[in-house]
T-cell receptor, first 115, second 115 residues
Framework: AQKITQTQPGMFVQEKEAVTLDCTYD???????LFWYKQPSSGEMIFLIY??????QNATEGRYSLNFQKARKSANLVISASQLGDSAMYFC????????????FGKGTLLTVNP | DTAVSQTPKYLVTQMGNDKSIKCEQN?????MYWYKQDSKKFLKIMFS???????INETVPNRFSPKSPDKAHLNLHINSLELGDSAVYFC??????????????FGPGTRLLVL
């Protein structure tokens, strides 16, 4: 069974500062993918970034980067230079390999960016 | 053009009614999914179809029945609606089912309220 844990129900950050959202995972799969999604107050789910278990480098997408520490089973999302529009719910999710087709989500972290 | 679309966006109905939610994707993907997001924002897979074949059928009441007329469409029909069915239902799609790298792209969600 796969499990995603997001221990921060809510986080606050000042505009223009960097923030790290924590995510730890548990799986017995050797090959797996880790994903982060953003859900603003309007409700849609927006894909942000992906990290594969065999990727040697941390994934980056613009202001988003993923701090992947395989031995610690963590996949933290780092948002640099926070903007007011970053205020949203952020979900960490994982997908196993083979016939494991589904995304398993964490409970989410509500990020508030203060001006 | 919207990649994954759902109709309706909002659905308010009485207990005991039957309702359907429609989903369409124009990404050319083979696999589509239904997820349910509860009042605590927790997301959980319900069903998945790969090229019109059911591949995931989680523990969901049999009042819920998915139908995939073709690989671009996945509909969700709910019979005898109950108060506990109130939630946001998300449709998603991915290029293929297998592989931990397969990113799932979500529709805007359908907010169902059962009175």
């Amino acid at each position: 069974a796969q499990k995603i844990t997001q221990t921060q129900p809510g986080m606050f950050v000042q505009e223009k500062e960097a923030v790290t959202l924590d995510c730890t995972y548990d799986t017995s799969d050797q090959s797996y993918g880790l994903f982060w999604y953003k859900q603003p107050s309007s409700g849609e789910m927006i894909f942000l970034i992906y990290q594969g278990s065999y990727d040697e480098q941390n994934a980056t997408e613009g202001r988003y980067s993923l701090n992947f520490q395989k031995a610690r089973k963590s996949a933290n999302l780092v948002i640099s230079a926070s903007q007011l529009g970053d205020s949203a719910m952020y979900f960490c999710a994982m997908k196993g390999g083979g016939s494991n087709y589904k995304l398993t989500f964490g409970k989410g972290t509500l990020l508030t960016v203060n001006p | 053009d919207t990649a994954v679309s759902q109709t309706p966006k909002y659905l308010v109905t009485q207990m005991g009614n039957d309702k359907s939610i429609k989903c369409e994707q124009n990404l050319g993907h083979d696999t589509m999914y239904w997820y349910k997001q509860d009042s605590k924002k927790f997301l959980k897979i319900m069903f998945s179809y790969n090229n019109k074949e059911l591949i995931i059928n989680e523990t969901v009441p049999n009042r819920f029945s998915p139908k995939s007329p073709d690989k671009a469409h996945l509909n969700l029909h709910i019979n005898s609606l109950e108060l506990g069915d109130s939630a946001v239902y998300f449709c998603a799609s991915s290029q293929l089912a297998g592989g931990p790298w397969e990113t799932q792209y979500f529709g805007p969600g359908t907010r169902l309220l059962v009175l």
